[in-house]
């Protein structure tokens, strides 16, 4: 429970520190994994003191045990091995400082090891840190190259020589960290972490030059994987290490087998490049000189033809038609036209001889009314009516008699 404390009233440094002892004592003895870092033997003395580190974190504590506990597994633990410790968490007031009181040291074998990262593979399989479709390609040419790797490590010297070898205006931003031991995990992802964060960075570039399957270990780690699995830039595992492929090679975006290889596949070859260019050049001027040929003989043959050798020839044959057209146009029109001429003749001769005024010539009059009606019947008119007589010169006026 928690102490009820007021600054008129606070509780004295050793009393707090009795308490914390007393919470320590409560938790009893636990099972706890970590990589031994420092490991003190002092002859004679019947304690052993060590310390021991989570790998995948920056946190320690100090070990105890008495000799006869660690002399049981000399032989095969030592600085830098994963042992298993059941302990006993103990606080030494006085210094206010937490310490493990160690009754067993077990070692980590290779086996369970490799059994661990198949089940943490599977388990990070199962969230698709691992799917082909998250992994993303690679830039043709990058401009800068991150490179996370041992210092002065022949990883770094192979990654070098062989990709300024291939293009020599590459530039390269090194992180030179521990790549084993219990330092490597934190600072190889804070340095993929920064590279990550540099706009100029186009891949980054993860390298050792191989090792065992212990020395390897911070490759495969959680804590890596899923920092790698986060990383906007392509990312490529050149650990260089066949038979146990580390956890790093399958959530990479690419896998090199060496330094070497990584070199290869991040930058291109300027020899080739400069081939392939001349090559593909050389294929340009054939198709397109082939293209020219295959339309230059289009062409002639186009030009053969009898339409293009003498290209008035149809003109003049059309001419010919056209006039013949036109004469024969002239002919018909004219016989029309002397037909209709005929006609109209015989027809203007028909209408003469059937007018009224012909009639009249032949000796006819027309005896008319006074209001214009003509005469037809005797009975029509009266005894000294006044009628208009027409006849073909003219008209005069006539009295009706008897």
Known sequence: M?????PEAPLPVGEVSRLIGGWIDRL??????GQITQLSRRPGAGV???TLRDPSYDISISVTCYRQVFDSVADVVGEGARVLVLAKPEWYAPRGQLSLRAAEIRPVGVGELLARLER???SLAAEGLFAAERKKPLPFLPQLIGLVCGRASAAERDVLENARHRWPAVRFEVRNVPVQGVHAVPQVVQAVKELDELPDVDVIVVARGGGSVEDLLPFSDEQLV?????CRTPVVSAIGHEPDSPLLDLVADLRASTPTDAAKKVVPDVG????RVRMLRGRARRCVDALLEREERGLAHALARPAMEDPHRMLDERADQVAALVERSRRTLGHLLDRADSELTHTRARVVALSPAATLKRGYAVLQRSDGHVVRDPGEVSEGEALRARVADGEFTVKVGE
């Open 2 to 6: 928690a102490l009820k404390t007021t």
């Open 28 to 33: 009893g003895a636990v099972w706890v994994e």
């Open 48 to 50: 052993v003191f060590l």
């Open 120 to 122: 943490l593979k599977k």
């Open 226 to 230: 899923r920092a790698v699995a986060g």
């Open 272 to 275: 080739e490049e400069l081939e």
